[in-house]
């Protein structure tokens, strides 16, 4: 019934497929394998189905057999990822979440960036691309990304970091390959002259550099989720925000400013979460006496 013409058979196939593909143990192990990939390899198929909600479908279809205790196998990740730039929100925001259950299974995994021969963990080009959905045209799938980037604590350092770099945005509006930008630089010689990364940084860093941020896109995600027009999205990313500072004191210093700063936020529950976040990493930082005020502020 999977070929059928009606995209609600399809549909309601895809979903028993998620609720009842084969999780049993077979008595060989080839066998087991086998009925298992074939499932995912089905399932799989109809993430290029011609309708938006058997897409849908099948991306739920797949995330039920990973909460029915299914470890999906790591191909599912460049397909999730194909379909970020599909046309419609239900699709990106279902991709978002597969792209993350992924990203939690195989952190360790190394997947080449393109456009360059770099590689690079998985969890941190999963963080990336969660991170570029903050900006997405759906106020649903920003809310859905940012609320996910909570949870990815394996990230490295320096990625979680960008995510709070204003300075880089400009830069970094995805015009041209991180490979041609890179090269650019280098013929500039303009690797050490600060205006755009630090002062005298040695040549091999920054080109790396400006490889993984821009591929990453991971910069501001946090400054843009916070300036949201949708206070559900500024809510997610202060959540988000709270979850990575609890696990990271280094990063907690460094989102104090954007914390102190939705203090002021007109709607009253971003303010309130604002204020439970601080209160949650208060072993982490330290305030400064203008963020102080800041804070005092709210008691009058």
């Known amino acids: 019934h999977l070929t059928d013409t009606s995209h609600g058979v399809r549909n309601k196939c895809l979903q ?10 077979s008595v060989t192990k080839d066998a087991e394998s086998l009925a298992v990939r074939d ?60 792209i993350w259950v992924v990203s939690q299974l195989y952190p360790e995994s190394i997947v080449p960036i393109p456009s360059s021969n770099e590689e690079i963990r998985l969890v941190d080009d999963a963080f990336g691309k969660i991170c570029h959905m903050v900006s997405d045209g759906s106020w649903v799938v920003r809310v859905q990304a940012a609320k996910l980037l909570g949870s990815m604590e394996q990230v490295s350092s320096h990625f979680l970091e960008q995510t709070l770099d204003k300075k880089l945005m400009s830069d970094l509006r995805r015009k041209r390959t991180a490979h041609e930008r890179a090269k650019e630089l280098y013929s500039s010689g303009e690797f050490s002259s600060g205006r755009k990364w630090g002062d005298d940084a040695p040549k091999e860093e920054v080109d790396t550099g400006a490889v993984n941020l821009i591929e990453s896109g991971a910069c501001g995600a946090f400054v843009h989720g916070l300036e949201d027009e949708m206070y559900e999205v500024r809510i997610a990313a202060v959540e988000a925000l709270c979850m990575l500072a ?55």
């Open 16 to 25: 028993l497929l998620g609720n009842l593909g084969s999780l049993e143990k």
């Open 39 to 98: 499932v995912q390899k089905i399932i799989g198929d109809y993430f290029s189905d011609q309708d938006p909600r058997v897409r849908t479908a099948a991306i739920k279809a797949m995330l039920q057999l990973h909460e029915r205790g299914l470890k999906l196998h790591q191909t599912i990740y460049n397909q999730a990822c194909k379909l970020l730039s599909d046309d419609y929100e239900q699709v990106r925001s279902a991709a978002v979440q597969l």
């Open 246 to 300: 609890q696990s990271s004191p280094s990063f907690a210093e460094k989102c104090l400013d954007f914390l102190v700063d939705m203090f002021n936020d007109e709607i009253e529950e971003v303010r309130l979460q604002s204020i439970h976040t601080m209160r949650k990493i208060s072993n982490n930082i330290t305030l400064r006496e203008d963020q102080l005020d800041t804070v005092l502020a709210v008691l009058e």
